[in-house]
């Protein structure tokens, strides 16, 4: 199925940095939900010219996980150091209903407390139950809660959204 009018995923990575770049300081760090947070953090380190993310499975902080949600990632461990006073920059695919996000600042602070925590997604496509809002947004979609818009990376390693029905 074809994604809605979308640029690829490349220039949304660009469009992403080109925002970044100016509030960026020396101190910042990258910190990417499995999985596809981690691929755009990844992109956006080089991009950036900043060292590789850490990565953070916020599948046990989930609000749903009873329900099965969010243990797709399979429990993979954090990969991520003391926190204490360090800028953060959480960096998600798509964002939707904030839920996902709300996890991970559980996990990032069980890591320490962090100076502050911006947040940079890709896509944001509406949709929200939690009052979550990303700082840095390459694209805007808005779709209905019966689709949900995944993120593919290939084997040589390009990135591409791909468009489900529930």
């Known amino acids: 199925m ?5 640029a690829p995923v490349a220039e949304l990575i660009a469009r992403l940095a080109a925002s970044i770049r100016p509030r960026l300081s020396a101190h910042t760090r990258l910190v990417g939900i499995h999985t596809g947070g981690v691929w755009v953090a990844e992109a956006l380190a080089k991009e950036l ?3 590789p993310p850490a990565a953070i499975d916020v599948s046990f902080h989930r609000d749903d996980h009873h329900l099965g ?4 990632q399979g429990g993979r461990a954090s990969q991520l150091e003391n926190v204490e006073g360090a800028p953060l920059l959480l960096v998600d695919d798509v964002l939707y209903t904030g839920r996902t996000v709300r996890a991970a600042l559980n996990e990032i602070f069980d890591f320490g407390r962090p100076l502050r925590v911006d947040l940079a997604v890709l896509v944001d496509r509406g949709g929200r139950e939690l009052p ?3 700082q840095f947004v390459a694209a805007t979609l808005s779709l209905p809660p019966t ?3 995944e993120l593919m990376r290939d084997e040589e390693g ?3 959204f791909c468009l489900q029905e529930k």
Not at 2 to 6: A, E, Q, R, S, W
Not at 69 to 72: A, E, S
């Open 2 to 6: 074809n994604t809605p009018t979308l």
């Open 49 to 51: 010219g900043l060292p």
């Open 69 to 72: 949600n969010g243990l797709k």
């Open 132 to 134: 979550i809002c990303a």
């Open 147 to 149: 689709q949900s818009l």
């Open 158 to 160: 390009r990135l591409s």
